[in-house]
């Protein structure tokens, strides 16, 4: 045998098969090249959890006292941040003295004069609206002695010459897919009318910059909103009715090129370090397409064992990720031939 092509299909991004009995590479040098490569372009470029959240939050905070500073007692908190624009919201203590919060008004943890900051929550934590989850503070509350009551009382002192705010707004998950930026337009603009929020959101075609303008300000300094995908750095100041500009250009999709990388073989050279990369390419399919890659010319590249027991296949960009396909099938075939 001085040649033979192995097929690989799986909907993950790490293709792998056994051989049993190994494939002795005996007599010689092997080399190895990818002929084909056949999927769906299914490649998101937003995904839940990391960068498709957008938050909102209400144009002006609401004020908890004024500077003179105040004490509230525990049983009376409910009803104190229902009156500053909290909606349904309760507030009591655990047996570990932290505070235990449900509210079905997202409350935001951003600022230093946060209300929630002295209730022992911390800083940057936001409590999502629900109409069933509860909220439990980081840290304790402590109780102070009450001369009108002659007892410890907890609650919270909100000292003199500072005063509190309660921050509101509301959180918008992005369903993980395939998005141009018509259609993330199309979907932010009709989803968020729906929840009483005005967005709209342009392209400079000469600058490659966004602009985005919102009835709410928009905080991206959060670990999952996609501000980089944008063009906004992550402390940008987007206040609300105003359109606010993309300092960076737009990076819509962080794939550039698809490289299969094979275990058995000795791949290119990437930023001048070696990888197990045997072929690269452009995608060449819109989203939700077929995505078809065979090369005219198989580029062949050494194989580094003298058996095969076993293939790793890896479908990676072009820094090295694991490229999600989100389990669309993919079915790539590997030629190998015997050095002549």
Known sequence: MS??????????????????????????????????????????????GENSTLYLLDGKPHPIHDTSGKFFNIGDLSNVLKAVGAGDITVKKNVDD??????????FNQFDDSVLLP??????RILTASQTATYTADHPIKSS?????????????????????LYTGLVYVVP???YELDDLNGLLTTELKKLGVDFQMQTNL????????CSKRIDFNVPDSFASLLGFKPDADMPPN????????????????????????????????????????????????RLSETPETVTYHLVIVDKL????????????????????????????RKVI
């Open 98 to 107: 932290r505070i235990v919060i449900k509210t079905n008004t997202t409350l």
């Open 145 to 165: 002695w009450s001369a009108t009551l002659k007892k410890e009382v907890y609650g919270v002192d909100l000292p003199k010459g500072k005063q509190h705010f």
């Open 119 to 124: 209730l022992g929550f911390n800083k940057g």
């Open 206 to 213: 000469n600058t490659l910059h966004c602009g985005i303008k």
């Open 242 to 289: 105003n359109w606010n500009w993309s300092t960076d250009i737009i990076h819509v999709f962080s794939v550039t090129n698809i490289g299969v990388a094979l275990s058995c073989c000795e791949g290119d050279f990437r930023n001048g370090k070696p990888s197990h990369v045997i072929y690269q390419f452009t995608p060449n399919a819109e989203p939700g397409y």
């Open 309 to 336: 027991d076993e293939i790793t296949a890896q479908i990676v960009d072009q820094a090295g990720r694991l490229i999600s396909f989100r389990s669309e099938e993919i079915s790539i075939r590997i030629h190998f």
């Open 3 to 48: 040649s033979f092509t192995v097929t690989l299909t799986d909907r993950s991004s790490v293709l792998q098969t056994n051989f049993f009995p190994p494939i002795e590479l005996k007599n010689g040098a092997w080399e190895a090249g990818l002929t084909s490569f056949d999927s769906y372009f299914s490649i998101p470029n937003l995904i839940e």
């Open 176 to 178: 993980t897919g395939t």
